[in-house]
């Protein structure tokens, strides 16, 4: 796949932005001053849809590509909850942990099931840590009335491969769950996700012809979220 440079300014295009296709723009950054900056003006009419680092100290267990790689601020919720203090009383969607205090005012908690093929944990427990929390915050959202349960498989294999369904992230979403979820955000609402990894929000949102904001700290990931935009056909890993 070919490289995507970091976007040059160009009259139209945000300031400081990393890329920028005209429905995705990613900035490559902290999220607490570039939100904060961006909500200088007003709230926008926008949903917030995030897998935040929420403190559980991130290590993979299993080895591999991923078993020395950190997430930025994980040592525990502070960076979560700045996040959604800045955001107010907007909706928003928060991926989370059983083990961690879960947000203030969260409405309701979603369960995504992963599938079997996933899941460690404590292996003197009969039971795979298949699933996780998913909070709804705020108001506005709408759609079909479904189940709380959501069923995605999870995305199996390591970085780097070229394999489909391998991972370039190690806590990356399936695409097909961020639809899932966007479809309950309010329509023609922006979509902003401050802590989009690999891009999986950003790239349901571009799916679903939604425009988008994303945010990242770390430059190798704004780079392979940004390739991934340039994905004209759906991405179904």
């Known amino acids: 796949m070919t490289r995507v440079e970091p976007l040059v300014e160009h009259s139209g295009s945000p300031s400081g932005a990393f890329y920028d296709d005209g429905v995705v723009t990613i900035y490559h950054g902290d999220s607490r001053e570039i939100l904060a900056d961006g909500l200088q003006g007003g709230m926008p009419k926008a949903a917030l849809v995030t897998d935040p680092p929420y403190g559980m100290a991130f290590r993979s267990g299993m080895g591999g590509a991923f078993g020395t790689s950190e997430i930025?601020?994980?040592e525990d919720p502070t960076l979560r909850d700045h996040i959604l203090e800045l955001w107010g009383d907007a909706p928003a969607i928060v991926f989370g942990r059983w083990s961690v205090p879960r947000p203030a005012n969260a409405r309701m908690v979603l369960t995504w099931e992963k599938g079997n093929h996933v899941g460690m944990g404590d292996l003197s427990l009969p039971w795979k840590p298949n699933t996780e929390e998913v909070y709804i915050l705020g108001d506005g959202f709408a759609g079909h009335r479904g189940s709380s349960v959501l069923r995605h498989l999870a995305i199996a294999g390591t970085v780097g491969q070229a394999a489909k369904g391998t991972r370039r992230h190690p806590t990356e979403?399936?695409?097909s769950l961020m639809i899932d979820l966007l479809l309950k955000c309010p329509k023609d609402w922006l979509i902003v996700d401050p802590f989009m990894g690999?891009?999986?929000t950003l790239r349901a949102a571009k799916d679903l012809g939604r425009r988008a904001i994303?945010?990242?700290?770390r430059g190798d990931y704004c780079q392979a979220a940004a390739e991934r935009m340039c994905q004209e056909v759906l991405d179904v890993a």
Do not use: H, N
């Not at 994303?214 to 700290?217: A, F, K, R, T």
């Open 72 to 74: 930025a601020g994980d």
């Open 173 to 175: 979403k399936p695409v």
């Open 198 to 200: 690999s891009g999986s």
């Open 214 to 217: 994303g945010i990242e700290i």
